[in-house]
């Protein structure tokens, strides 16, 4: 990154630089080189002044010593020629403007540009003593919005959005008194080319304001990311903190913070804050590019006059030190790396136990059930695992068998945090449904048909009103595990172990609800079958084998071999179980779970134990709600633990049945 002004503590070294320098005097133009600025990692700002009328300007230079120092000469030739293009593009007033660009005959390129009279806005909150006020804050974060919105619409994306570069300058025709002008576009983005890289593939960007995107080096880095820098910096203005709790400004422990920590709410800090204005800011530091506004949006709304109430207290005195730590970093991080989408590292946001709370409710499960023990983790299947999974399946199954929208609908990645729950061990099996079901007071309705025992099983309800429960059509060990003996719901002979199926939505969760629970929620599924460590499979990232997990059975499948078109006993499945011991989430029966099914999965606000919902007066019998995990009649690619299916409410399918899911209560 690089300066058009310098702080007093650096001055000496300037100094001295300056007494060897050659480009001290020399004439560009009508403009004479009179003092250096600043120096930063592509080449060095001067001050020059016009030869007649004194007017003074700031001229960057692209040393040709530093060329090739730490990446390739072309790509830093091409990110210089890029600022002077994206200054060039159009002019706009929070924007530092653009006069000329060329080169000198010894080769040395340059860019003249606007020397702004004014300082930093890291300084300039340093000198007012930390303590801006609420509506400049917002003032100067709507100036800088606006000036990211006029280069958005040109197809510039920033890309190093932070204090340093933004200058603060009085000027009694701007609202409060202040204009921000944004500057420096060394690594700015034109949406319309192709990006330069460094061999490796380095991230771009001061570390304390970089997106999770660019944290990973992402190659989909666009203006979205400036969204996330602001929403950073306008974090900061309010509260005088940065919304991660650091312990240190360690690069690797800010790039774990944009990657994988939940930001704080801004009233955490600030009680009073305005609903709309918290929302707004949590929206810009949304972990998912797609999901942050645009600086149109955020612009229109700090200018819509929101009244901003008083804020109680003194700003933290952090706010000055925040700013300081914002360290220029010149492009590269060599070596570090995280994965992409690495597993938290803090719960902070799930609903954390004591250790004597934890070894209280692990004691206490309810039998056949499993303790899911508090977590944050990142639900959801990123561009790359969703193109992965369908270019499998069309290997295996070819293209016609593998649409697009199946995987799709696996998106978008979201941070949630779910609070600890017990999960049944195994599917549940028609030995439990029928101990369950004698509990219900309504009565089935079982009444024969011309002297034949019915298909499809009723619950009478006190109002009259009738709900589908069961089909108990089978063919052999396929199909309901269920029969009516003497007037009573029974368990076949030889299937009290199997998984029970052919039953609606509705009454899976009834029978759950007897229990004491629900049917687990898509993200209480996906933390069981997933975890924070983002598993690819329930049980890890090993492929799924034939003899381990039961799936692809169906006749021409690749488990042909097997027991063809039908599930088999609960808990069989030797590699198909999770960690903590939860099985065959990714074979054997697909499984209801609690969600309607959305597509893609909404974006859940908070992210705290997420559920989707829909509009009441659309809910029917023909509502789709979400299925997870894999069955014997499916693809492998199905028992991903991010695999999303869908069914209507009354649906009733030999390879669907349900687990359920019990809230953790300590003594």
């Not at 429960?469 to 009290?496: H, K, T």
């Not at 099914?597 to 509502?623: H, I, L, N, Q």
Request: hydrophobic share 35%.
């Amino acid at each position: 990154m690089d300066e058009i002004h310098t702080s007093q503590s650096d001055s000496e070294s300037v100094e001295t630089r300056e007494r060897k320098d050659g480009l001290l005097g020399i004439q560009i133009g009508n403009y004479r080189i009179s003092r250096m600025l600043g120096e930063g990692g592509m080449g060095a700002v001067y001050e020059a002044a016009h030869i007649r009328t004194s007017h003074r300007i700031a001229v960057k230079f692209l040393r040709q010593s530093a060329l090739g120092d730490s990446e390739p000469e072309a790509v830093r030739l091409k990110r210089f020629l890029d600022e002077a293009r994206a200054l060039g593009a159009g002019t706009h007033p929070n924007l530092v403007e653009f006069i000329d660009s060329g080169e000198l005959p010894s080769g040395e390129l340059y860019i003249m540009m606007e020397l702004v009279p004014g300082t930093t806005l890291r300084d300039f909150v340093v000198s007012q003593e930390g303590k801006l006020s609420a509506p400049l804050a917002l003032e100067l974060t709507r100036q800088t919005a606006a000036a990211l919105a006029f280069i958005h619409g040109l197809g510039i994306a920033h890309r190093d959005l932070n204090p340093r570069n933004l200058m603060v300058l009085q000027d009694s025709t701007a609202r409060n008194g202040w204009r921000i002008k944004l500057l420096d576009f060394g690594i700015a983005k034109f949406t319309d080319r192709r990006e330069y890289r460094t061999r490796t593939q380095s991230q771009l960007g001061t570390i304390r304001y970089m997106s999770p995107e660019q944290c990973e080096a992402a190659k989909s880095v666009d203006e979205s990311t400036d969204i996330y820098s602001l929403g950073l910096m306008l974090f900061e203005l309010l509260t005088g903190e940065s919304p991660y709790l650091m312990a240190d400004g360690q690069e690797t422990k800010w790039i774990d913070a944009h990657v994988n920590r939940a930001p704080r709410s801004l009233r955490t800090l600030w009680p009073e804050a305005p609903a709309p204005l918290t929302k707004l800011v949590a929206e810009m530091l949304d972990k998912h590019p797609d999901y942050r506004p645009r600086a149109k949006e955020i612009a229109a709304h700090l200018d819509s006059g929101e009244r901003i109430p008083e804020r109680r207290g003194p700003i933290s005195a952090n706010l000055s030190l925040g700013f300081l730590l914002s360290t220029a970093l010149i492009p590269g991080v060599g070596s570090v790396s995280l994965g992409l989408l690495s597993p938290p590292k803090s719960p902070a946001a799930a609903e954390a136990l004591t250790s004597p709370e934890l070894a209280y409710v692990s004691q206490h499960a309810p039998v056949g059930t499993v303790l899911v023990d508090p977590v944050q983790l990142f639900m959801g299947s990123t561009p790359e695992e969703i193109a992965g999974a369908l270019a499998e399946c069309r290997q295996r199954n070819g293209e016609a068998a593998c649409s697009p929208e199946t995987f799709q609908r696996e998106g978008p990645v979201q941070l949630v945090s779910v609070s600890a729950f017990y999960l049944d061990e195994t599917e549940m099996t028609n030995a439990h449904v029928v101990k369950v079901i004698h509990r219900f007071h309504e009565e089935f309705d079982l009444n024969a048909v011309k002297g034949k025992p019915p298909r499809l099983i009723f619950l009478r309800e006190s109002t009259g009103k009738r709900t589908l429960f069961f089909d108990l059509w089978n063919s052999g060990v396929r199909g309901s595990g269920l029969q009516i003996e003497q007037g009573q719901l029974v368990v076949r002979s030889g299937m009290e172990n199997f998984p029970a199926v052919q039953l609606t939505h509705e009454a899976a969760r009834r029978i759950c609800q007897k229990r004491g629970g629900d049917l687990p929620s898509e993200a209480q599924w996906e933390a069981a079958a997933r975890g924070n460590e983002r598993r690819r499979f329930p049980w890890g990232n090993l492929r799924p084998t034939c003899d381990g997990v039961i799936v692809d059975r169906v006749d021409g499948g690749l488990c042909k071999g097997f027991p063809i078109n039908q599930p088999d006993r609960v808990g069989t499945a030797s590699l198909d179980i999770t960690p903590r011991g939860v099985r065959d989430l990714g074979g054997n029966v697909l499984e209801w779970v609690l969600d309607p099914f959305v597509s893609p999965y909404p974006r859940c606000g908070t992210c705290k134990d997420p559920v989707a919902r829909v509009a009441a007066e659309t809910m029917s019998e023909t509502t789709a709600y979400s299925v997870r995990g894999g069955s014997y009649f499916l693809s492998q690619e199905v028992a991903r633990a991010s695999s999303r299916s869908m069914a209507v409410a009354q649906a009733m399918t030999p390879n669907l049945g349900f687990r359920c899911a019990i809230p953790v209560t300590s003594k």
